[in-house]
């Protein structure tokens, strides 16, 4: 069963930078899709990236476009989250995912398998 866990959560202002890092323990991690998710207060948790195990397609919701960049690497077992340009609508508690299908219609997703336990990034205005 594969562990996620994530690093690299935080407090910055509107228009800062944060990079989120994901470690995987299972030594198949690159047979599997990798994303990120949050959840805000309040609010259902929502897809915000992915990249696909073989090709490394990327995958990004419409609100991070542009912004945000996963990444990851296969021999160290490790995802990460790129995040430029934050606003306070990003704050939220990000989740690393492992899975085993991305969707694109009607919109960017992923199903996932294993869950990280979650980084707070807050991002003040």
């Known amino acids: 069963q594969a562990q996620l866990v994530e690093s690299g959560g935080g407090l910055v202002q509107a228009g800062g930078s944060l990079r989120l890092s994901c470690a995987a323990s299972e030594r198949t991690f690159s047979d599997y899709h990798m994303g990120w998710f949050r959840q805000a207060p309040g609010k259902e948790r929502e897809f915000v990236a992915a990249?696909?195990?073989?090709?490394?397609?990327?995958h990004y919701a419409d609100s991070v476009k542009g912004r945000f960049t996963i990444s990851r690497d296969n021999t160290n077992r490790r995802v990460y989250l790129q995040m430029n340009s934050l606003k306070s609508e990003d704050t939220a508690v990000y989740y690393c995912?492992?899975?085993?299908?991305?969707?694109?219609?009607?919109?960017?997703?992923?199903?996932?398998?294993?869950w990280g336990r979650g980084t707070q990034v807050t991002v003040s205005s």
């Open positions: 995912a492992a899975g085993s299908t991305i969707t694109t219609i009607p919109k960017p997703g992923m199903t996932s398998d294993y």
């Open positions: 990249m696909s195990r073989a090709v490394g397609a990327t």
